[in-house]
């Protein structure tokens, strides 16, 4: 999340540190946050850093957003643990129904959060 940071909020130009992760595979830890109320098993959702990032309150700049499209054999169940994401990451502003986006991510797979060695 602290390279994900380098998004400028006023123009939606990365770092270069950030850049060179556009379109690469990364693994990102975060909380799901569902688009749809009712699915138990989702295959897009926001991913957000922290889970005081709740959207009933203003939501996280785009810059701590992240939009995942999940291959649909591997969507995760809803959870309010943390995640693993694995995928392939674009720099690219959306808008979704919680306010603007600053990436998506192609998600490969999931796994219940476990702080890597």
Same mark, same amino acid.
């Given at each position: 999340?602290?390279?994900?940071?380098?998004?400028?909020?006023?123009?939606?130009?990365?770092?270069?540190?950030?850049?060179k992760?556009?379109?690469?595979k990364?693994?990102?830890?975060?909380?799901?946050?569902?688009?749809?109320?009712?699915?138990?098993?989702?295959?897009?959702?926001?991913?957000?850093p922290?889970?005081?990032?709740?959207?009933?309150?203003?939501?996280?700049?785009a810059?701590?957003m992240v939009l995942? &499209?999940?291959?649909?054999k591997?969507?995760p169940? &809803?959870?309010y643990?943390?995640?693993?994401? &694995?995928?392939?990451?674009q720099?690219?502003?959306?808008?979704?129904?919680?306010g603007?986006?600053?990436?998506?991510?192609?998600?490969?797979d999931?796994?219940?959060? &476990?702080?890597?060695?």
């Open positions: 999340w602290r390279m994900l940071k380098g998004l400028n909020l006023e123009t939606y130009k990365p770092s270069s540190e950030l850049a992760l556009n379109g690469g990364v693994k990102v830890a975060g909380f799901i946050v569902p688009l749809d109320d009712d699915a138990q098993e989702m295959t897009e959702f926001l991913l957000v922290s889970p005081q990032a709740c959207i009933h309150v203003p939501p996280p700049p810059n701590q995942v &499209r999940m291959a649909s591997v969507a169940k &809803r959870t643990n943390p995640i693993w994401v &694995r995928g392939k990451l720099i690219v502003t959306t808008e979704s129904q919680f603007k986006v600053g990436f998506l991510m192609y998600g490969d999931t796994e219940e959060y &476990r702080q890597d060695p």
